[in-house]
């Protein structure tokens, strides 16, 4: 179903998709992947620093909270464009279903005068992002999808 | 692609020169060169952005997570020289009301009280 | 086992795979991700343009002949180091296995004498790589594996 | 990454520049370029390699099947300023024994006969 709607929307794009270790050693490997993809979709330098932020903290949070620090899983980032949205969908194999319901906005004021450190990638993603949301299926496998809206 | 970490020292105002990109993987030397100098009783930092291409949610825990006892201690930790997308990360967050950005390392010093007349080394 | 060997041997990096549409559209990304994934390895310049070259040859013949064409398929790269030697696999799921041992090495002089076109990406592949093999299973997947030693 | 094919004429010699990187994806062009040439009774050709940075077999697939009908027509088919790697493609495979190769545009022409005090447009 979503491959008749991207290839019906974009012909000019096709799925991409790559495989990487749950280790924050291919951090930077996974945001060159999104400026090759991007690149590749004609998306501007600032959509690029946008998706390749988003995707940092997907994956990082996928590493130490998902699978725990575990660096022996995978993690799968697969790139889509169908017409102005481009989907990043990130998936893990941890069985740790994630519900981001359980985690409002921070208040930034407030969040700021306690200098507390962390809990900020969910809230990033959030702004930087026109669309976030974490499905899981009955097999243990959960994905998280980013959608941005594109000029090209 | 990795982070490089100098630092220099302006008066008693530390300099920290970082080169790369802040995330859960560069960011270990940072976190323990910080902690260092605060173990040292050091809370004037000047850090300079200019070749800092991105920085993650984690980059900006580590500075929240000392600025408290800088504050506490009368000092203060400036970022000079920011990248405009680097510095847009910040201020997503309203990390731009609790440190001050300025444009040269030189200005960042001059933030800082009894810097008037004090020369790099 | 394979992975066990890997990590073994070369505990600083683990494997990396990409898919990608089969689709000459998309010659231009895969060697890009050759070349990232080269670089975060360290190679050589050199050692990245001989893999881009074997990885071109490889994926226009899966598009064109395992594939015959059909551009809605997919193939996989996957990116593995195991102490000196760089192995990249090249699946797809065409059905067709293809069997090497048809096609022996052309004779230049004979080949170039003729003006004939074609048939030297095989040729290439055996040049550039230290090693050429190609094996299937029996759910219709076939995998071409290059094999370089490299300096790093 | 594309290819982008520019063409001049130096005398009776036709010069195509070629930029980009030459695969099955980008050769169509080319590949009509060359035989829209022949068809009009061009058999004399020096090709630009400066900004190509990469040639696949199907590349050179293509440069093969007109070399016979430029030779037979006493033409010839000059490859001018290729990169080092792009070079290597072409005598991995003893295509260096089939294609002439020149530092640059103007070497190639002086290779024609009647190129002596030939202009560029
Ligand atoms: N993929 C995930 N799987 C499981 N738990 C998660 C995941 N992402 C986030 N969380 C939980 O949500 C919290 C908030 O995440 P985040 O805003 O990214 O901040 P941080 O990771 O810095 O704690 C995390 O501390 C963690 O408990
Ligand atoms: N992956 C493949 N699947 C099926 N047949 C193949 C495959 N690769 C090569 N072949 C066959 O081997 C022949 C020689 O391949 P190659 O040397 O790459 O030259 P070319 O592709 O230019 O014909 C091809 O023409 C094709 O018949």
Redesign the pocket.
Known sequence: MEDAHQSADSPSFKPISVSLPSDVSYLDIARTFVADVGNKVGLLASEIHDLQLAVT??V???I???YAGDSSQRIELAFEKAGECFTIVIT?N?G?R?D?VN?PEPDMKEYLSQYRA??????LMRKLMDQVE?FSDSSGT?H?RLIKRVKS | MSLALSQKTIGNIQVLVLAGEIDAQTLPPLEGKLQELLDKGHYSFVLDFQQVSFIA??GL?VLMSVIGTIQENNGDLVIASAQPEVYRTFDLLDFTTLFKFTDSVAAGVALFPNAAGVQGD
Chains 1, 3 share one sequence.
């Open positions: 903290e997907a990082t949070n996928v130490e909270h998902a893990d941890s740790n994630f981001p985690y962390g809990g900020l990638g969910l809230f974490f959960n998280l | 949610s984690a825990g």
